[in-house]
């Protein structure tokens, strides 16, 4: 983006709305971003600190005058100056506290959205941390009435710390000598003494330290930054104007300072159990929260969370059946193919698919759209097989047709109805055989063509033979039998071959499950690691919390604390116990499927063995006499009674 656009504005209602137009910027980013927003009183130089994170001198509009400038949300999208394959979205804030707004509420929104859409949060004041700079910050205050973690929740905002954005408080102008009872001080320590709590219990204590617990509680990390004045007060009404040397070396330094520790610092937006947030999630969350908060509803994470997971999940299958299916486009191109190969490259495509799955989904605690991924894949491989056993069966018959096409012009000639007609016509019917056995790259459906072009010609061959005045009427027969003896034969060859074909799809349908297998774990072990990640940030924070509670006195306070962590453990274990059989679930389902599939299979291999096992299988002669047939050949016509095959020299008698 060469500048900011708008994300979120008020329509004529009065109402928040947002812009499509930045939704489908954000739509286009596959990358994690990091999200910065700013936020503070109005005409305290918010847009200069965001033009200087983008490292640009103009970008979000500075005023100059009482006006406040910036309106909505506004947002700038670039490249991460520091974290490759990252996008920074800086979001800069409407003022808060502008005299000219009729919603009262419209402050704390604009606060919660920039809350809940960052993942570091900055507040920019001017002077000092002073009690009255705390007040006006009553909008941390409010969270809990805008913001819930699970819509069970009753005013319970002891989670907030493990989805809250970092927080730094950036303050404008100081000028005071920044020290603690004669000490020097760091920034950090200064913020840490402007929310240090006071003891007690009546109501201007709790009124006191209100906010300073919200901001402790919150947010899982807190840092601050002292800016002096940048130049002189005639100057700063065109600060984004003036070059660097206009500008007070100190002032420049502490910018510098501030937007290294942002590039170095700014983690990547994360949802519940540590998913990271891409530019298309983010897309979503900003539909769902401006929806929710603008309809006057209280936005629940977890329910942002599975809105946006649906949309996601149904994304990612939308994903990997196009890698699967477009993989297989090119692979029906070959057709026909052998069934080792069409499964081969079925199982390399549906381990991409799922790989393709895998990267997008979140969230699919119950295996739902893995499910649907694998249903509708197999779908896709039923049919792409029956493609190429109608290509097979295509070719096979295309091949046969040109071989057979002098004996049909003799047919049609009745070249066959002489005496000594059945053997030249077995001849023919040999090297018509012979040469479709040679033919490579017939497919699966070689034998079933095979065999049914056999019957079709066992019609003009019993015809030829029953007219054939050159034999005997005990030769007809023995020719019959061996006629039959063929047929079966060949029929035993097709049914052989699809046994073979039905255990390779059994491997098959193994080793893409093994694969399926593989990946669901692998996901899940890293969908684990990021739950406990993120309940051990949340635990670090309160135990830090604690610690300084301590250390000041608050025993009583940090008492209740110890309460409210272990708790909070409790919560996380639940959690990932609940995780973790939900899992075991899911795989449990996918070999319950797997198992079916098999079965199904296997049932088919024994009916087909069955067959096979009761067809009556040609005698030792009759093989001899189908090989001659398929391999050796005819002789030429016989006035002795031995077979007028050259496989067999025994008398027919």
């Given amino acids: 983006m060469q500048s900011p656009v708008c994300l979120i504005d008020n329509d004529v209602d009065g109402k928040m709305c947002v812009k499509e137009s930045a939704l489908q910027i954000l739509q286009k980013i596959e990358q994690p971003v990091v999200v910065v927003a700013v936020v503070g009183l109005y005409r305290t130089g918010k847009s200069y600190l965001m033009n200087r994170l983008a490292g640009k001198q103009t970008g979000f509009e500075l005023g100059s005058t009482i006006e406040s400038k910036t309106k909505g949300i506004w947002m700038w999208c670039l490249p991460h100056p520091t974290k490759a394959g990252t996008t920074l979205v800086l979001l800069d804030t409407e003022g808060l506290g502008d005299v000219d707004k009729g919603d009262s509420k419209h402050d704390t929104k604009i606060f919660c959205l920039a809350v809940l859409l960052s ?18 910050l009553q909008y941390v205050t409010e969270l809990t009435e805008y913001i ?40 950090d320590q200064y913020l840490e003494f402007a929310l240090k709590l006071k003891p007690g219990n009546s109501r201007p204590v709790k009124e006191f330290n209100l906010a300073r617990e919200c901001i402790r509680n919150y947010f899982p990390s807190r840092n601050c930054f002292t800016f002096p004045f940048p130049t002189t007060s005639e100057k700063v009404s065109r600060l984004e104007s003036l070059d660097s040397a206009d500008l007070s070396s100190e002032f420049l330094e502490v910018t510098d300072s501030f937007c290294k520790f942002i590039f170095d610092k700014s983690e990547m ?5 540590g998913y990271i947030v891409t530019g298309r999630v983010l897309c979503q969350l900003v539909k769902t929260y401006v929806e929710t908060i603008s309809s006057g509803q209280i936005p629940f994470l977890e329910n942002a969370v599975l809105t946006v997971s649906v949309i996601e999940n149904e994304a990612a299958v939308k994903e990997g059946l196009q890698v699967y299916q477009s993989g297989m486009e090119k692979l029906k191109d070959s057709f026909p193919l052998e069934l080792s190969d069409v499964c081969a490259e079925h199982q390399r495509l549906s381990s991409m698919a799922t790989q393709t799955f895998m990267k997008r989904s979140f969230k699919d605690s119950e295996g739902t759209y893995m499910k649907c991924l694998e249903e509708e894949m197999n779908k896709l491989f039923d049919g792409y097989l029956h493609q190429n056993e109608e290509a097979s069966k295509k070719r096979c018959e295309n091949l046969l047709t040109t071989f057979s096409a002098p004996m049909t012009e003799n047919l049609k000639k009745g070249f066959y ?112 690691i990021l739950q406990r990640e993120e309940a051990e940030r949340g635990i670090y924070s309160k135990l830090r919390e604690q610690a300084a509670l301590l ?60 067959t096979i096992m009761s067809m009556q299988r040609p005698s030792s002669d009759s093989s001899a006499l189908l090989l001659g047939l398929l391999l050796g050949g005819l002789t030429g016509g016989s006035d002795t009674s031995t077979c007028s095959y050259s496989c067999c020299s025994r008398p027919c008698c």
Avoid: C
Avoid at 151 to 176: A, Q, Y
Avoid at 456 to 465: C, P, Y
């Fill in 119 to 136: 993942s570091t949060l900055v507040l920019n004041s001017q002077g000092t941390i002073d009690n009255k700079a705390i007040e006006e």
């Fill in 551 to 610: 250390e000041k006195g608050f025993k009583e306070k940090a008492d209740r604390m110890t309460k409210e962590i272990e708790d909070f453990k409790r919560k996380n274990k639940e959690a990932e116990k609940k995780s973790d059989k939900l899992f075991k679930k899911v795989i449990e389902n996918m070999n319950k499927r797997h198992d079916e599939t098999v079965n199904l299979m296997m049932r088919q291999h024994s009916e087909q063995m069955n």
């Fill in 148 to 187: 819930k973690v699970k819509s069970s929740d009753d005013e319970d905002d002891t989670e907030f710390v493990k989805f809250f954005p970092s927080f730094i408080w950036v303050v404008r102008d100081f000028t005071l000598e920044q020290k603690i009872k004669g000490k020097s001080v760091t920034d």
């Fill in 417 to 528: 109805a002489i005496a000594g007609g059945y053997v030249l016509f077995s001849q023919d019917l040999k090297e018509i055989v012979k040469k479709y056995k040679t033919q490579a790259n017939k497919g699966v459906k070689a034998e079933d063509t095979l065999e049914e072009f056999l019957k079709q010609k066992s019609v003009d061959s019993n015809a030829i033979l029953q007219a054939d005045k050159k034999l005997t009427e005990k030769e007809r027969k023995i020719m019959e039998q061996q006629e039959k003896a063929v047929l079966l034969a060949q029929e035993i060859n097709t049914k052989d071959q699809k046994q073979r074909q039905l255990v390779e799809k059994m491997e098959a349908e193994r080793q893409s499950n093994e694969e399926r297998l593989r990946q669901m774990k692998k996901k899940m072990d890293e969908e684990m």
């Fill in 269 to 273: 937006k994360k949802l519940k159990d």
